[in-house]
């Protein structure tokens, strides 16, 4: 069983950053795949961003060269750097790790870009 715990939303304005940490609870943490989604108002949920167990990286097209996802597997910590943040960021971030046929979500956390 993995626990998530999400941390560092809040109300930004447009072009500047926030960081959000994650963290998580039980054991083995180090082989799971770990990634940041995110649900905007009246959408569906996206990925955001994946970092695997082996430390590959994957980050959809609309967030690449602004957000870095980076992991302290000896902290149980995944971590969130979002830079040159639009109002189409505006949404609920969730922490997820998955490992074969285990999936866990923390309870997510509100990032809202506005002037």
């Known amino acids: 069983q993995v626990q998530l715990v999400e941390s560092g939303g809040g109300l930004v304005q447009p072009g500047r950053s926030l960081s959000l940490s994650c963290a998580a609870s039980?054991?083995?943490?180090?082989?799971?795949?770990m990634g940041w989604y995110r649900q905007g108002p009246g959408k569906q949920r996206e990925l955001v961003a994946v970092?695997?167990?082996?430390?590959?990286?994957d980050y959809a097209n609309s967030v690449k060269s602004r957000f870095t996802i980076s992991r302290d597997n000896a902290k149980k910590m995944v971590y969130l750097q979002m830079n040159s943040l639009k109002p189409e960021d505006t949404a609920v971030y969730y922490c997820?790790?998955?490992?074969?046929?285990?999936?866990?979500w923390g309870q997510g956390t509100q990032v809202t870009v506005s002037s």
């Open positions: 997820n790790a998955r490992w074969m046929y285990k999936n866990y």
């Open positions: 039980g054991s083995s943490f180090s082989i799971y795949d």
């Open positions: 970092i695997a167990s082996g430390g590959t990286l």
